[in-house]
């Protein structure tokens, strides 16, 4: 079916904000059928497998159901597991960002009962959790449900296979005849449809079925990387397998720009595509794409429907898509036509978790592979200089230069001398334009403990004049509490000034403000385009650092 925009769901300004922070671009196909229904009050039998977005499904609409005024409980997710209890709760969280007043409790076994009783203590809206612990709650009285009016089931069929039946029936049972009753499941077993036939009032069917994956000349792999790291993880597997077109997805249209930014600083060709840009400006970007006149397109999901290049080598999925649907027809964009292709996955954090459902439900084996080393860019590098070196030894341009390399050879200096060098500076030069942490990707603590280091180093360093001769030093008024990072402000100069960000000089970044290098004859063109621009999302003010 044909996905719905958040907007055309008739749901809250707060709602709407919260999920435009979460990445979301359009509802998955779940929730655009559950979710209205679920407003309507409609009780539901969804049939839904982990990765179609259903928690959102029936979260948005409780949250904008609840009565934020009122402390009794009104609202029970019950889960076959703590982990999905605790994952729950935390998007719920996530999607009640702007909405005041509402409280939700996760309770589930494992935990100290003593801390859930306490929360639950204080009032809470919405509760989550597993059955055992809920019936622990209901029996010491510290869980009342007089006044719930909406039941979740969430994998419901999980639930009866784990042996729950009987805690699920009294739970139900202590709940009001007046309510509405909302189960998911990914399979219908004939337990599972007594429970609706005895639970449920004339329920609404939803089912959603995953489409299959069929690109079986596309080899999948994923990496694991600290969401800090993954420009300099994407540049390396870039550089590695040297696609001729690759596809970068993201799950927003800021995180587009930022990637597209930092790319282009780092001398990629690389573009941009996202439903901020009018169609004029989209079609000029693909028809680039397409003629091969950019290597590398940045795009959102949305934005990248229709683009249909047979020559895309590798796509990656610089973030997780929220639904497994997403993750199919973006991998499907490269091994076309006969053509082999790769899928890097980008894993941070709790991904993991999203990566194992896509592997699950697509059949597919996603492979762990390492980040590439620097010495891993470096040898493929030397490898295809190599070959050009073969290719251009066949045309005889270079006679011209043979005068000044023989100039060059002495009694202590050879002719291989000379080549070698050549060939280090240039491999040299390209290595720093591209690569500006050089950093083991796999290594994570023994990086953290040189950042560390060196944010321990920073605090100690003067204000004042620039530190190197002929540069000059730059206030501008944000810092690491709006997560600020040193690329952030080489992008910012690239994109906004045309400058290479290789001009950049040091670069100290505080809690509050920072300070940037620039050169001296480009230093006011710099502050006049960023004091015009945002940063993150962050209004800019620039100017020239005072002494103390």
Known sequence: MEKLKFSELNISQEILKAVA????????????????????????????????????????????????????????????????AIQV??????????????????????????RQMAALARGTQIVIGTPGRIIDHIER????????????????????????????????????????????????PKEFLNLTKKYQIQPENIKVVHEKLTVPLTEQLYCEVREHQKVEALSRCLDMYSPK?????????????????????????????????SQTQRDRVMNKFRNCKIEILVATDVAARGIDVD?????????????????VHRIGRTGRAGRTGKA??????????????????????????????LADVENIRISSFME???????????????????SLITDNITSIDVAATLFEMMLKEENAEKHNEDIDLNVHETYFQNDRRKKAGNKNRKFGSARQAGMTRLFINIGKSKNIRPGD???????????????????????????????????????????????KGNKVVVEKAQGR
Do not use: W
Not at 150 to 163: H, K, R
């Open 21 to 84: 922070d979460m990445g979301f671009e359009e509802a998955t196909p779940i929730q655009s059928l559950a979710i209205p229904k679920m407003i309507e009050g409609r009780d539901i039998i969804g049939q839904a497998q982990t990765g179609t977005g259903k928690t959102a499904a029936f979260g948005i609409p409780i949250l904008e159901k609840v009565n934020p005024k009122s402390k009794n409980t009104q609202a029970l997710i019950m889960c076959p597991t703590r982990e999905l």
């Open 89 to 114: 709760a935390g998007e719920l969280q996530a999607l009640a960002k702007y909405k005041r007043g509402i409280n939700i409790v996760p309770v589930y076994g494992g935990q100290p009962i003593t």
């Open 141 to 188: 009285k510290t869980l009342k449900l007089e006044n719930t009016s909406i039941v979740v089931l969430d994998e419901a069929d999980e639930m009866l296979d784990m042996g729950f039946i009987d805690d699920i029936e009294l739970i139900l049972k202590s709940l009001p005849e007046e309510r509405q009753t909302v189960f998911f499941s990914a399979t219908m």
């Open 245 to 277: 077109l690759s596809l970068i997805f993201c799950n927003t249209k800021k995180k587009v720009d930022e990637v597209t930014a930092q790319l282009q600083t780092r001398g990629y060709s690389a573009d941009a595509i996202h439903g901020d840009m």
């Open 311 to 327: 020559e895309v080598e590798a796509v990656f999925n610089y973030d997780i898509p929220q639904d497994i649907e997403s993750y």
């Open 344 to 373: 890097f996955s980008l894993i941070s954090g709790r991904d993991i978790y999203k990566l194992r459902d896509i592997q699950r439900y697509t059949k597919v084996s996603i492979k762990r592979f390492p980040v590439p080393s």
């Open 388 to 406: 050009k070196i073969k290719e251009n030894l066949k045309n005889d341009t270079a006679e011209k230069y043979i005068p000044k390399i023989e």
């Open 489 to 535: 402000f080489v992008g910012a100069i690239a994109g906004e000034t045309g400058l290479n960000g290789s001009v950049v000089g040091g670069i100290d970044i505080f809690d509050k403000f920072s300070f940037v290098e620039v050169p001296k004859d480009v230093a006011q063109k710099v502050i006049d385009a960023l004091n015009n621009s945002n940063i």
